[in-house]
């Protein structure tokens, strides 16, 4: 059974940092692209940054470009988000998620979700 399971969410000040995680199991992600998206309340769902298997390539959304890291590490099968001068408008459900091909969009696979919240 394939599992993503993330975590490292929190409350955290304007102008803070968070670093979230998201292990996987049941499977070899080492391959696949894996995303950050994000949900907040009332809006839809929106991409964050996606990471290639090998690490490269990286593509973020603009809103969140220089702020934030994506990185991974498949000999632990782990995925990271680096989230530094967090904002008020930072403040979602943040979900992890791994593909076979490159995308932006669409996502095989999903974990359940962390909560960020960032107070002004």
């Known amino acids: 059974q394939v599992q993503l399971v993330e975590s490292g969410g929190g409350l955290v000040q304007a102008g803070g940092s968070l670093r979230l995680s998201c292990a996987a199991s049941g499977r070899t992600f080492s391959t696949y692209t894996k995303a950050w998206f994000r949900q907040a309340p009332g809006k839809e769902r929106e991409f964050v940054a996606a990471i290639g298997g090998s690490g490269t390539p990286t593509y973020y959304a603009d809103s969140v470009k220089g702020r934030f890291t994506i990185s991974r590490d498949n000999a632990k099968n782990t995925l990271h988000l680096q989230m530094n001068s967090l904002k008020p408008d930072d403040t979602a459900l943040y979900y992890c998620?791994?593909?076979?091909?490159?995308?932006?969009?669409?996502?095989?696979?999903w974990g359940q979700g962390t909560q960020v919240t960032v107070s002004s």
């Open positions: 998620a791994a593909n076979n091909v490159w995308s932006v969009g669409y996502y095989q696979y």
